[in-house]
């Protein structure tokens, strides 16, 4: 609908809250300076919280041991803040080992008892999962609230380790159309508000106590709504391709320009395109981490070296981007950049604003008169898309195997996770799940050695019989080698794959940056089942690009 309206009617539940704590046996102790001490229940249920994260990296780090320690304390009645002085002396190993057995228990419960937790998971979503939009009956995102716990952020994040609050119905506002059912709240509780505002899609939002950011109930990304956006979204990027050569051309010209607001300008739109950075926006002093994009970047972010590594001109990037995660990279720029930068870096402190003349309004209202629809992020997902392609290109053999294929696809799918930044720490399991795989390598190499073993052995049979059933025999062994072959190629192409993406998330760009029908376009053109690039959830959500992609979709 043209006027911004979203929906004519929308009917749901509301939120599914939390369950409410259950506080710890009477057997299971906590200990502070080595003697057992019975904590009041606001005070155990955040003890709690620590005690399961015991084994995490997170509880070693000095920032989220004093935020924990710091909010904890908050909760604390007079008399336990008055005993409970440092953590060093609390001892939370029981509480731990009892949310471990649980656990155990969990797991090791019998079919029938996981079937009926089952069910009873399918009634609440059944209930709380579904919304009624303009008749139509639509599955609902994340319909439950956060549980308290405590705060892990990403990268090194100045908040970790403090406590995210229960949110209650007081807390939460509810969006749904003036004509329908409106949710009642648990019982005892009422809404902080109710609205109908048909001009947005969520359906109930609170805010929450870390950041103060507002958190939304949304509709499931396979949703009608969604996926409109989402098709409109990369339908935008498709666009920039028609106009991106002359953009460069004319940010190329402005690097002379004898303003300096349009040299800064021109500079940033490079990086951002090239290197495809956030623009990044400018935050209130001091409220949250110290994360900058291509805008907000200061001359200590950046180092200017002439030669490096047989490379001239070579920008040494070090910053902390979106959610705490480093970017660090060292790129070779065209020599009037390099200058500029030098002119921008001049009598300037480490402090200061690299683009002292530029903010991501500026930008953003620039790329608008470029292109209708033009922002910074339009450049992130028309780069990633187009490297996507273009790399799938490149690396794809129509005469390898699926496995090979794939092998491909992952590849061309890093390279894309490489360009975006998309980091993560290599996962717990990585050291163990690739020792599984070796030992699996090595029984299939013995494995081909013995069947090798075998097929000299019928060749042999057959020189000194010369029959029909021996012949048979030796065409039966190569068959098998051919086979076990086969199998070893998959599992050395899986080790190879598993290695190079030990420290490199996929998921980010696949999921938000480039355009689905890229990939449903080489699955249909090579022969490979959709189902080994997309799961059910995502074949969801892309289920109208795979109905709209044909062989021959181009970016």
Request: net charge positive.
């Amino acid at each position: 609908m043209d006027d911004g309206v979203k929906w004519k009617q929308l009917e749901h539940k509301g939120p599914y809250f939390a369950p409410p704590y259950e506080p710890l046996p009477d057997e299971v102790q906590f200990y502070y300076d080595g003697k057992p001490m019975k904590l009041s229940v606001a005070t155990e249920e955040v003890a709690t919280f620590y005690a399961k994260m015991l084994d995490h990296e997170y509880t070693t780090k000095e920032i989220f041991q004093n935020n924990f320690f710091h909010d904890w304390r908050k909760e604390m009645t007079p008399e336990e803040r008055k005993k409970i002085k440092h953590l060093e002396k609390c001892d939370f190993k029981e509480i731990h080992k009892y949310f471990v057995d649980k656990n155990e228990v969990r797991k090791a419960l019998p079919k029938e008892e996981k079937q009926k937790l089952k069910l009873e998971a399918e009634k609440i979503q059944e209930e709380y999962g579904y919304c009624i939009l303009d008749g139509h009956r639509e599955k609902i995102g994340n319909f439950k609230t956060e549980p308290p716990g405590l705060f892990r952020g990403r990268g090194d994040h100045p908040k970790m380790g403090m406590l995210k609050k229960r949110i209650m119905p007081e807390d939460v506002i509810i969006n749904c159309s003036k004509d329908s059912q409106t949710p009642e709240p648990p019982s005892g509780h009422k809404w902080k508000e109710v609205r109908c505002d048909n001009t947005v899609t969520w359906l109930a939002s609170w805010t929450e106590n870390i950041q103060n950011s507002i958190k939304y109930i949304m509709l499931n990304p396979s949703s009608k709504l969604k996926g409109e956006k989402d098709w409109q979204k990369y339908e935008v990027a498709r666009r920039l391709k028609d106009v991106v050569d002359k953009i460069r051309s004319q940010y190329r010209a402005d690097w002379k320009s004898k303003e300096m607001k349009k040299r800064q300008r021109s500079v940033a739109l490079y990086f951002i395109d090239k290197l495809a950075l956030r623009a990044g926006n400018e935050k209130e002093e001091g409220e949250t981490a110290d994360t900058v994009g291509c805008c907000s970047l200061r001359v200590e972010h950046i180092k200017l070296h002439p030669e490096l590594d047989g490379q001239e001109h070579v920008v040494e990037f070090d910053f902390l981007g979106k959610d705490s995660i480093r970017y660090y990279n060292k790129v070779p720029v065209e020599k009037p950049v390099f200058k500029n930068l030098q002119i921008f870096m001049e009598n300037k402190d480490p402090g200061d604003d690299l683009f002292d003349r530029l903010n991501t309004t500026v930008l953003n209202k620039h790329l608008q008169d470029l292109m209708d629809g033009l922002t910074a992020k339009v450049f992130r997902t028309y780069n990633a898309s187009i490297t996507l392609q273009e790399q799938l290109k490149a690396l794809t053999n129509s005469e390898d195997n699926v496995a090979a294929k794939l092998l491909s696809y992952n590849r061309a799918n890093r390279a894309v996770a490489i360009l975006c930044n998309h980091q993560r720490s290599t996962p717990k399991s990585f050291e163990k799940s690739m020792q599984n795989l070796q030992a699996k390598i090595d029984a299939k190499k013995e494995q081909l050695a013995e069947a090798q073993v075998e097929l000299k052995r019928a060749k042999a049979d057959l020189k000194a019989k010369k029959d029909v059933k021996s012949k048979a025999a030796v065409e039966k062994k190569k068959k098998l080698i051919e086979k076990i072959e086969e199998q070893l190629l998959k599992l050395n192409v899986q080790a190879t794959d598993k290695e190079e993406n030990k420290q490199i998330a996929l998921g980010t760009s696949k999921l938000n940056y480039l355009d689905p029908r890229i990939s449903v376009a080489w699955c249909k053109k090579f022969g490979v089942p959709i189902e080994k690039i997309y799961n059910k959830t995502q074949r969801e959500k892309f289920a109208w690009a795979i109905d709209m992609a044909d062989e021959d979709f181009e970016f």
